[in-house]
């Protein structure tokens, strides 16, 4: 899954690059590098507790509390591993948004549902890493629902209709962002 989700941002820069550069270059870094090797780490404890855990039952009770400890320790790690993705996820994502909001590329109200869902969701990464809620309490499953649900009609969305053709179109016979920029007009 993180393979695919890295090829998205990699696939979307050439058109995405046209209206933002470094936005879309931000997502690139965000989606497309870093969650990859977030998932990586978060991935990683997890196989590591296996040997752990065959271990834990071959050994006697002084080395079983080491076990324990060392079970505990990856345990954590991947918490923190998976705090990492879930501030990468949202910080790429709000750059999605905000790339898709200026361009145009889908109806701005998809695009606003995107912003406000995943400040939601950054809400909520903020608020566990605090320690204000737990990471598997309701509120977290409520402050988060409107980012998935979003993600899901934004996915049927390009499946069905695609990016506006009158974006793509504009595209071609606007100046480009480097113009803009010199300009003074980028992001507009």
Do not use: C
Request: aromatic share 10%; no cysteine; charged share 10%.
């Amino acid at each position: 899954m993180g393979l695919a989700l890295a090829l998205v941002p990699v696939v979307l820069y050439p058109i995405a690059r046209t209206h933002n550069e470094p936005l879309a270059l931000g997502y690139v870094v965000f989606r497309g590098a870093l969650e990859p090797i977030a998932y990586i780490g978060t991935v990683i404890p997890w196989l590591a507790l296996i040997p752990v855990g065959r271990d834990y039952g071959q050994v006697g009770a002084a080395d079983a509390t080491a076990a324990r400890m060392m079970g505990a320790a990856l345990l954590a790690a991947q918490g923190a591993a998976s705090n990492v993705l879930i501030i990468v996820f949202g910080l790429g994502a709000l750059m999605l948004y905000t790339l898709l909001y200026q361009s145009r590329l889908i109806p701005r109200w998809l695009s606003i549902w995107g912003l406000v869902a995943i400040s939601m969701h950054l809400a909520t990464v903020f608020l566990i890493l605090f320690t204000r809620i737990d990471p598997m309490s309701t509120t977290v499953l409520v402050l988060d629902f409107p980012i998935f649900l979003q993600e899901l009609v934004m996915a049927v969305w390009l499946i069905i209709k695609g990016f506006s053709a009158s974006a793509i179109a504009s595209e071609s016979t606007a100046p480009s962002y480097e113009q803009r920029v010199y300009e003074g007009r980028a992001g507009v």
